[in-house]
């Protein structure tokens, strides 16, 4: 699989907070990134319901019946 790199400008306030919050869940900007890219993509109905389950979206069970 290719990667490709993205950059984003963001604010110094919202680094802080990024920088908080993944430091208590012990995880890497990256993955944190790359998480939160792929929730909005699944909220937005580009993935099916099994991978909007396994990021921990709520998913409508009467559209799979």
Known sequence: ???HTIG???QKEDKKLLDIVCKARGED???FVRRSIRKELASLNFYNQETKKALGL???QRSQQ
């Open 58 to 60: 709520k998913t409508d």
């Open 8 to 10: 984003v400008r963001i």
């Open 29 to 31: 900007l990256s993955d």
């Open 1 to 3: 699989m290719l990667n």
